[in-house]
């Protein structure tokens, strides 16, 4: 396989499950009329910043792929923490389980710490790429924790 060809797969992935899930969620969208924290963004930013996420989810991937340092364990750990990703808007938003978003962010959030550290020893570049993705998670666990204390 190409390289491009590589990196066009490992980009579109999370790019199109991401996208698939924002549509799925989009009609039980209720963070307009949700009581919000002090630094809460606006609702359209989070497509963009979430795009921009997917897209270098997808590079450091591919950084590996395109090297050969893909390993089982990683494939595992990347593959999990997307899924896990993807499932917290449909407990947050479609089941309105915000306490328990609580918890699954945090697992998200271990599952990322995991997978930078499995990246970081592979390339690291591929590793660093991936610590915004960790921190916009803190900030959505903070917007979580928020918006279920203000919302209960």
């Known amino acids: 396989m190409s390289k491009l060809t590589i990196y066009v797969e490992s980009i ?21 009329i949700l009581q919000k924290p ?24 591919a950084i590996l792929e395109s090297n050969e340092l893909l390993n089982k364990k990683i ?31 945090l697992l998200l959030i271990v599952l990322v710490i995991i997978m930078i550290k499995e990246f970081l020893s592979k390339n690291k570049l591929s590793g660093l790429l991936q610590i915004p993705y960790l921190l916009w998670l803190l900030f959505a666990l903070y917007l979580n924790i928020s918006i279920y204390l203000l919302n209960r």
């Open 75 to 105: 494939n595992i750990i990347y593959y999990l923490q997307l899924f896990v990703n993807l499932l917290w808007s449909v407990f947050f938003f479609v089941l309105k389980w915000r306490l328990f978003s609580i918890f699954w962010i």
């Open 38 to 61: 002090v630094l809460s963004p606006p609702g359209i930013i989070f497509p963009i910043v979430w795009t921009i996420l997917y897209i270098l989810m997808g590079v450091s991937y």
């Open 12 to 32: 579109l992935i999370p790019v199109i499950l991401g996208s698939l899930i924002g549509i799925i969620t989009s009609n039980y969208m209720d963070y307009s």
